[in-house]
């Protein structure tokens, strides 16, 4: 493992908004990060390295409720105000909750972020700026 969640967690101190999101990006790329997983009901993060090796951040917060309704429309209209700094990440992962997103997984490679509903059917795919 070429990584440790503290210095993951020293990365993503450092964003304040959806704004700061590319710059985290590649600051655990650098630190080995290939890919990683977010699980919207508790925060759990799960990061891979190359190896498949991985590491998680285990329980972020309060257990929340997931829709089980999917509204991608209001979705993305929340996504598009997270990724302009007009939220932080507990109002996103709110906002994900009551649209109907369990999850999403990065991508650092193809550098894509893709939005899993409750089924874990891929219902959105974003390029991540680079």
């Known amino acids: 493992m070429k990584f440790t969640i503290e210095q993951i967690k020293a990365e993503h101190q450092k964003v ?14 650098d630190l080995g990060v290939s890919k990683y997983t977010v699980a919207v009901a508790d925060g759990n993060t799960q990061y891979f390295d190359t190896e498949n090796e991985t590491a998680q951040t285990g329980k972020k917060y309060e257990p929340l409720n997931i829709s089980r309704n999917l509204n991608l429309e209001y979705f993305k209209e929340r996504l598009k105000l ?4 007009g939220t ?20 650092l490679n193809a550098m ?9 059917n891929e219902i959105l795919v974003e390029q991540i700026p680079g």
């Open 82 to 85: 997270h990724q302009q700094g």
């Open 88 to 107: 932080d990440y507990p109002t996103f992962c709110n906002d994900c909750a009551e649209n109907g997103v369990i999850g999403w997984k990065m991508d």
């Open 112 to 120: 894509t972020c893709t939005y899993l509903d409750e089924q874990g």
């Open 16 to 29: 304040k908004s959806g704004a700061d999101f590319p710059q985290y990006i590649k600051a655990i790329k």
